[in-house]
Each structure stands twice: as structure tokens, then as C-alpha cells.
């Protein structure tokens, strides 16, 4: 069986660690977040911590000698065309990272199920690697109470965020599933159970 190339994405406060979680433990697969990849292939040593410090200089790294992400954000935050030099950079590291773990994946019989999550998966393009892009849909309302909830955000900020994403039509016109993740985490379940059905299931 091939190895299936799953991206998952949505809006804030829509849900998607705590379905990949469930994912993680009942299916024979391989998660990555983007967030945790861009970490992992700015390292000091790799290529694109050497492309980014000669772009904004030695400033933007702490006592260790690792990028320090907010002098990094402080650097290109007011900078239009310097903010899409690093996306340039990171954007493309970040997709070889996870096409070389796909390929090894695919040499693992114990991996049937691939899957990255990423809020920009449809602006980054994620479409044209994957087999299938994912939607993890929430209610507006339901994701505002859960971003005041559990992170504390302000509704002002929540506002900021929401604004800054891609709508509900966006999302649904470019993902070829749709998981309602509004109500009960056993209803996602079943709706992600009766999508991966052909797959193991692992109790």
C-alpha cells in the first residue's frame, strides 16, 4: 500500500492538534507540524540558518548561536520585501524537510498514513505535493470561545487573527475534505474513523 500524503489544515482554534493527536494514536502513521519543521531547519549548520544569517546578519542570533525567533521577528516585521526573502528561504527548506521524511516513510511497512499540518497549507502550495488536503472546519463562535478558553486570547487579538486567515469558503474550495469539528470530539472521530476506514485502525 502506498503511503498516503495527508495535509492538514484550518482556521485558529478550529481543533486540528486535538484530532491529530487521535490520529496519531489509533492510525500507523507519521505527523508533522510545519510550526515545529521551520524550527528544526533553522538550526546552526543547516542551509538555511547559514542563507538567513547572511540575509540579516549576525544580530539576529542569541548567546548560543541559534536564530533567536522574536529578534528575527523584530528584523523583518516592518519590512515588506525582507519578510519574503526569509519566506523564500524557509518556505522551500521546510518542503525538502518533509519530502525526504515522506520518502522514508515510504520505505517503512509500519507507516501507512502521512500527514503535515499547517495553517498555510493552502498559500504555501501544499496542494500540488500532497494526495489530499484536509479541512478541520469549527464554528466562528466555537473558535472564539476556545481561543478566550484555553489560551487566554483577547477578542481583539482573536479578531486580528481570524481576519488574517483564509475564510470558510477559501478553505473548503481548496481542501478536498471537510472534518465538522464544531460539536463533540467523538463526532470528528467517527467522521475521521469512517474517512480512514481502508486504513489500520490500532486500538
Not at 5 to 27: D, P, Q
Not at 74 to 80: C, K
Amino acid at each position: 500500500m502506498k503511503v498516503r500524503f495527508i495535509g492538514i489544515t484550518g482556521g485558529v482554534g478550529s481543533g486540528k492538534s486535538e484530532l491529530l493527536r487521535y490520529i496519531a494514536k489509533h492510525y500507523k502513521c507519521e505527523i508533522y507540524l510545519a510550526d515545529e519543521v521551520a524550527h528544526l531547519v533553522k538550526l546552526p549548520g543547516t542551509p538555511c540558518f547559514h542563507s538567513l544569517v547572511e540575509l540579516l546578519g549576525k544580530e539576529i542570533l542569541d548567546k548560543d548561536g541559534q536564530i533567536d525567533k522574536t529578534a528575527m521577528a523584530d528584523r523583518i516585521f516592518s519590512d515588506e520585501k525582507c519578510l519574503e526573502q526569509v519566506n523564500e528561504i524557509v518556505h522551500p527548506a521546510v518542503k525538502e524537510f518533509l519530502l525526504e521524511r515522506y520518502r522514508q516513510a515510504r520505505e517503512n511497512p509500519d507507516i501507512e498514513l502521512f500527514f503535515v499540518e499547517a495553517a498555510l497549507l493552502v498559500e504555501g502550495g501544499y496542494g500540488q505535493i500532497v494526495d489530499e488536503l484536509w479541512y478541520v472546519y469549527a464554528a466562528e463562535d466555537v473558535r472564539r470561545e476556545r481561543l478566550r478558553r484555553a489560551r487566554g486570547y483577547a477578542p481583539e487579538k482573536i479578531e486580528g487573527i481570524m481576519n488574517s486567515q483564509l475564510s470558510e469558503e477559501e478553505f473548503r474550495g481548496a481542501c478536498d475534505f471537510v472534518i465538522d469539528n464544531s460539536g463533540s470530539l467523538e463526532d470528528s472521530y467517527r467522521q475521521i474513523n469512517k474517512k480512514l476506514e481502508a486504513f489500520t485502525w490500532q486500538e
